[in-house]
């Protein structure tokens, strides 16, 4: 089954494929033709994730999914959530994201956290969703090289290490966007 990831964030790219393995041919956006910047205008995660979804279907005519993540801090009641990926403003940079959220976490005890992903699958004329959780907590400094955005700073629960300092593989199965990717995989294999 072939069918576009709404992205063109190769770390993204990478790790869906792992996930979704050698049945699926996932193609990115550029794979399609599509460069422009898809819209995410949405209050919620949901909204964006169908936002872009859609975009894709209408403008380019080809099944895809899309995904939105966001990283909800308790002490700063849920932030930065939906605006994590321009938490710190645009240009988007994951260094500058990570910067603003350890500063404004610093002194602050309360450090759970929670990364959720929605995934928007849109078939023809039907749209499904799927949402995938990973609990934790934040450090108060950067640790591992792997991953992308958040990671080097978000111990899963249970964990001693990062979800930088985890193997691809490893994140796959804790992570909100391999829980989301999951259930993805087992529908998409059920239509096949």
Excluded at 17 to 22: Q, T, V
Excluded at 172 to 186: D, E, F, P
Aim: charge should be negative.
């Amino acid at each position: 089954m072939k069918i576009c990831f709404a992205t063109n964030n190769s770390k993204k790219l990478k790790e869906v494929r792992a996930a979704l393995g050698e049945e699926f041919e996932i193609v990115s956006l550029k794979e399609i033709g599509c460069n422009e910047e898809l819209p995410e205008t949405g209050d919620k995660l949901e909204d964006n994730a169908f936002q872009k979804a859609r975009y894709v279907k209408t403008h380019y005519g080809v099944d895809c999914f899309a995904d939105d993540t966001g990283l909800e801090v308790e002490a700063l009641d849920g932030a930065p959530g939906v605006f994590s990926g321009r938490y710190a403003g645009e240009p988007r940079s994951d260094e500058r994201n990570v910067d603003l959220l350890l500063e404004n976490m610093r002194g602050k005890e309360e450090r759970n956290a929670a990364f959720r992903t929605i995934i928007a699958l849109i078939i023809g004329e039907n749209e499904w969703a799927f949402e995938g959780k990973a609990e934790g907590e934040l450090l108060d400094k950067r640790s591992g090289e792997g991953g992308f955005g958040y990671d080097p700073i978000f111990r899963p629960l249970g964990y001693k290490k990062t979800f930088a300092e985890l193997s691809m593989e490893e994140k796959n199965t804790i992570s909100h966007r391999g829980k989301a990717v999951k259930l993805l995989a087992s529908f998409l294999k059920e239509k096949a």
